[in-house]
């Protein structure tokens, strides 16, 4: 009997997107790739000008972050360039692993478009020749437009496979949140309000969608989490909610170890614990026949 090879590139992304999600499918994804916004949070603590803080001293962060936290994560984000070439012997083989395609920062266009670039010489193809499963393209849109933003980019003409979307308000303003540590003493909508948000991002997410923390503490941001996992995203990429006090212990680097062994796996475990709700990749419209289709 002969057999038919139904191998294809569907197959391999279906690999991919389940290496970056953790046993259940869904997304617990670290963000590391940070390299302007790194280097003026490093300038803020120094007083040095940011063009001169040396390349070491983005390593140094990304090597201590990477190494104590991408173990407890489903997969991690970061750069090809200070992040991926100096940490990648720290990241469990057992995660997924993103690479960031865009030079950081943005071309200014048309007065005042920003627009990404890409770091020369690298791109898709490198990517999985580096043992990438992902490739992670910043683009950039309307600030408070994440639904049109969720609804534009799920076009197939863009060919992209997630969406990581910024949440849809702000819980400092929700009257509901004015008790909280992260409240902004003034009220601008209700919880109401945000979770209609939620749910009109997710009907305009043709793909699976996670949630980034945007910097927000990881009080607020455990509770962005729940209501876009209540929603139908697939959990989330946290960056700077987790490991941005190190930057308060810089450059001694046994204090930078001590507060992200001591305190920032404490709030990345709080985070995961919030993310029992999160939609399996797989069980989303977009992946369900297909991964059906291919299961044993």
């Known amino acids: 009997m002969q057999m038919t090879n139904t191998l294809d590139h569907k197959t391999g992304k279906l690999?991919?997107?389940?290496?970056?999600?953790?046993?259940?499918?869904?997304?617990?994804?670290?963000?590391?790739?940070?390299?302007?916004?790194?280097?003026?949070?490093?300038?803020?603590?120094?007083?040095?000008?940011?063009?001169?803080?040396?390349?070491?001293?983005?390593?140094?962060?990304?090597?201590?972050?990477?190494?104590?936290?991408?173990?407890?994560?489903?997969?991690?984000l970061t750069d090809p360039l200070f992040g991926y070439a100096s940490t990648y012997p720290h990241i469990p083989g057992s995660i997924g692993v993103m690479l960031s395609i865009e030079v950081t920062g943005y071309n200014i266009v048309n007065g005042n478009e920003r627009h990404s670039r890409l770091i020369p010489a690298w791109g898709?193809?490198?990517?999985?020749?580096?043992?990438?499963?992902?490739?992670k393209l910043l683009i950039w849109y309307w600030a408070e437009r994440v639904i049109d933003a969720a609804q534009v980019f799920s076009d197939p003409e863009f060919r992209v496979d997630m969406l990581k979307l910024e949440f849809p308000g702000e819980l400092s303003f929700v009257k509901?949140?004015?008790?909280?540590?992260?409240?902004?003493?003034?009220?601008?909508?209700?919880?109401?309000?945000?979770?209609?948000?939620?749910?009109?991002?997710?009907?305009?997410?043709?793909?699976?969608?996670?949630?980034?923390?945007?910097?927000?503490?990881?009080?607020?941001?455990?509770?962005?989490?729940?209501?876009?996992?209540a929603a139908g995203a697939s959990g989330f990429l946290c960056g700077r909610a987790v490991w941005k006090n190190i930057i308060d212990y810089y450059p001694d680097e046994t204090s930078m170890e001590a507060f992200i062994s001591d305190v920032a796996t404490g709030y990345f475990q709080e985070i995961l614990d919030a993310n029992t709700a999160a939609l399996p990749w797989f069980e989303h419209n977009y992946y369900r026949d297909a991964h059906t289709a291919t299961s044993p």
Not at 54 to 65: N, W
Not at 124 to 135: C, M, R, S
Not at 180 to 191: D, M
């Open 124 to 135: 898709v193809e490198k990517t999985a020749l580096a043992g990438g499963d992902a490739v």
């Open 15 to 76: 690999r991919r997107l389940a290496r970056l999600a953790d046993s259940r499918g869904c997304f617990s994804m670290l963000a590391i790739d940070q390299r302007k916004s790194l280097r003026q949070m490093i300038s803020a603590r120094t007083g040095e000008n940011p063009a001169d803080i040396a390349d070491e001293g983005l390593i140094k962060v990304k090597r201590i972050v990477t190494s104590h936290l991408s173990p407890m994560a489903s997969a991690i």
């Open 176 to 229: 509901e949140y004015q008790d909280r540590s992260f409240s902004a003493g003034e009220v601008v909508y209700n919880l109401d309000d945000i979770k209609e948000y939620c749910r009109r991002t997710n009907d305009a997410s043709a793909v699976p969608w996670v949630i980034l923390s945007a910097g927000v503490e990881p009080e607020e941001f455990i509770e962005n989490i729940k209501i876009s996992n």
